[in-house]
């Protein structure tokens, strides 16, 4: 029997499925000696990693460890080919959304907070970031600085161990995230984007519409400056408020075009629209109710399961919130151009920043919802 996964796997970088032959195996004993490994005729009968052959090689004997993609030449882990599920997920959202603080809280929670994973990072670039946002956040306790835009941002890659199932092989699936530039997404209708970042939201399984609802004028109207300042993004103007339902329609047909889906009709992707900063919104006197389930804590982990009656109840919440602030054309935007879409509302620090954009202890809430919405929908973990 084949020890790679019988599903296919997926090139992080360039999206395509890929199978043991669709990879370039190379043996690195050192950088001067870097040669290409070719998996011989029982290697891929057996569907094993092909180990060095070559005569005098330091690493003769040794299954190799380096892999690259045959298609975009992108260097990859070779344990990707034993994943038994591919999950993608990309964020999008206008600059100071909070993405990235969101990605590093909920990546903190999944390692922390009881459930069965065990999550590796797959390369050093991801271990490298991952611990640069940490550091930033939970130990210098200090804000983000905005995402570099301009650039193409390099997926982090993750697996994930699931220690949940009692049988013999642990299942194990890749978990790759896409937080790019929110300046890059805000121009995504009128400048040719980058082939890459094209490639993600297309290939992504699952959307996270990030949405600030600090920028709603209701809201700046109602929360006190110091909330206002210290939880919006200083190093760059913050876009006008109407940009959102810009946004989404844009997004919407920037995906259709990607992905070949004619014009008008609902996309049937994933898609969790995500409202951010909810902490900053309990100052509203029009706000949620002091006993509405969204300032709840989240039932899922507890139950390691996705209990469907909770995350419904948020979505109504939320969608009803939105109507009271007069944004029923934001909400009209995503039901137009998504099928499959339910609402959150996650707060990454707990509570706003000071004014000098220092965290207290940092308290996610509801971060980790949307991902196991993903993960239910996956087959990952059950839905109650
Ligand atoms: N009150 C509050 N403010 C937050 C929270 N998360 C982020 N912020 C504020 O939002 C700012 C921007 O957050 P980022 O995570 O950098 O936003 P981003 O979407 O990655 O922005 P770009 O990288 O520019 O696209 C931070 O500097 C904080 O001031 C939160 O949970 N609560
Ligand atoms: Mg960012
Ligand atoms: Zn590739
Ligand atoms: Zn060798």
């Not at 892999?67 to 990309?90: M, N, T, V, W």
């Not at 054309?329 to 920043?353: C, E, K, M, Q, T």
Request: proline letters at 5%; aromatic letters at 8%; a neutral charge.
């Amino acid at each position: 029997m084949s020890m790679f996964s019988k599903s296919e796997a997926v090139c992080p970088h360039c999206l395509r499925k890929i199978k043991l032959g669709d990879m370039k195996f190379f043996c690195v004993p050192d950088e001067d000696n870097r040669h290409e490994v070719k998996p011989s005729f029982m290697d891929k009968i057996k569907g094993r990693l092909p180990v060095c052959r070559r005569k005098f090689c330091k690493n003769h004997g040794l299954t190799i460890r380096e892999a690259a993609c045959r298609y975009c030449g992108e260097i990859l882990p070779p344990q990707i080919l034993f994943h038994d599920k591919f999950l993608s997920f990309c964020a999008v959202g206008v600059a100071g959304a909070g993405k990235s603080s969101y990605m590093t809280t909920l990546l903190h929670e999944l390692k922390y907070s009881g459930l069965p994973w065990v999550l590796q990072a797959m390369d050093v670039e991801t271990t490298q970031l991952s611990q640069q946002n940490e550091q930033h956040v939970y130990e210098e306790r200090h804000c983000l600085q905005g995402t570099t835009a301009g650039i193409s941002p390099k997926p982090q890659l993750w697996t994930i161990l699931d220690n949940s199932k009692q049988s013999d092989k642990v299942p194990t699936y890749s978990l790759t995230i896409y937080d790019g530039a929110g300046e890059d997404c805000e121009h995504i209708d009128y400048t040719p984007l980058d082939a890459k970042v094209s490639r993600y939201l297309s290939g992504a399984k699952m959307l996270l519409i990030m949405f600030d609802p600090l920028l709603l004028p209701s809201v700046r109207a109602e929360i006190s400056h110091e909330t206002l300042n210290a939880s919006m993004a200083t190093e760059r103007q913050t876009s006008a408020p109407a940009n959102m339902v810009n946004m989404v329609n844009s997004l919407a047909n920037y995906i259709r075009r990607a992905c070949n889906i004619a014009p008008g009709k609902r996309i049937d992707r994933r898609a969790a629209v995500v409202l951010t900063k909810i902490d900053a919104l309990t100052e509203m006197l029009n706000g949620f109710a002091s006993d509405a389930t969204i300032l709840k804590q989240s039932p899922h982990i507890q139950s390691r399961a996705f209990v469907e009656s909770d995350s419904e109840m948020i979505d109504l919440e939320i969608r009803d919130w939105l109507t009271r602030q007069g944004e029923t054309a934001f909400l009209s935007a995503i039901d137009a151009n998504f099928r499959d879409v339910r609402v959150f509302g996650v707060s990454s620090f707990g509570r706003p920043p000071d004014a000098y954009k220092r965290l207290a202890k940092v308290r996610p809430h509801r971060v980790l919802d949307p991902l196991m919405w993903f993960l239910a929908h996956e087959g990952i973990i059950p839905t109650i």
